[in-house]
């Protein structure tokens, strides 16, 4: 079973910065698969971040940013605003299990 | 503007079946890759199936907790994309999204990349 590893939680105060790690293996990103990364908000729909390890899509703060290395990838939320607080996950593929895999899940916390 | 709306969760026991749908409009829905991805009460995301559009063959995969009891099923003229699912287990209690796909081109062959446009997810509750 794949397993793509996130902090349970992150916190920090309004206007800071705050990094979520996404920890893979040789299967997954560190077989040189992308990874993406994901908004989760109470009863919304999840919401795409940033594609391709460092892209985001049209409408999405330039707040948000990721970067990829080896087997791991982050993503940082700098200027935090309150309403960034929401489950985020990571997501890449695995070539041993031929599945998209998602990270464990970070749950941030705006102080 | 690209919705997904999922519809058929509930309450079933365990051994039974239920049927989701998801009415895709905004896009053009025969040409798109199409997946299920659940959240499990207190877990994470977790793909579950896929298909390819008609025209690229309609192949569909399966992650192993649900191959042999999921299928996965897609009709164009209605915009809707459908998850069969049989067998249902406790551990199946979760909330059912469906995703478009994105997917890059390399060597001459397509291959699954992200998920870009979410529905809101279909409760499914599996219990005695």
């Known amino acids: 079973q794949s397993v793509v590893t996130q902090p349970p939680s992150v916190s920090g105060a309004p206007g800071q910065t705050v990094t979520i790690s996404c920890t893979g293996s040789r299967s997954t990103i560190g077989a040189g698969y992308d990874v993406h990364w994901y908004q989760l908000l109470p009863g919304t729909a999840p919401k795409l971040l940033i594609y391709g390890n460092n892209n985001r899509p049209s409408g999405v703060p330039d707040r948000f940013s990721g970067s990829k290395s080896g087997t791991s990838a982050s993503l940082a939320i700098s200027g935090l605003q309150a309403e960034d607080e929401a489950d985020y996950y990571c997501q890449s593929y695995d070539s041993d299990l031929s599945a998209f895999v998602f990270g464990t899940g970070t749950k941030v916390n705006v102080l | 503007e690209v919705l997904l709306a999922e519809s058929g969760g509930g309450l079933v026991k365990p051994g039974g079946s239920l049927r989701l749908s998801c009415e895709a409009s905004?896009?053009?829905?025969?040409?798109?890759?199409m997946s299920w991805v659940r959240r499990a009460p207190g877990k994470g995301l977790e793909w579950i199936s896929h298909?390819?559009?008609?025209?690229?063959?309609?192949?569909?995969d399966y992650a192993a907790p649900v191959k042999g009891r999921f299928i996965i099923s897609r009709d164009d003229s209605k915009n809707t994309l459908y998850l069969q699912m049989n067998s249902l287990k406790t551990e199946d209690t979760a909330l059912y999204y469906c995703?478009?796909?994105?997917?890059?081109?390399?060597?001459?062959?397509?291959?699954?990349?992200?998920?870009?446009?979410w529905g809101q997810g279909s409760l499914v509750t599996v219990s005695s």
């Open positions: 995703a478009t796909e994105s997917n890059y081109y390399s060597g001459g062959s397509y291959y699954p990349y992200f998920f870009d446009h």
């Open positions: 298909i390819k559009p008609n025209s690229d063959g309609g192949a569909r």
């Open positions: 905004g896009f053009t829905f025969s040409n798109a890759w």
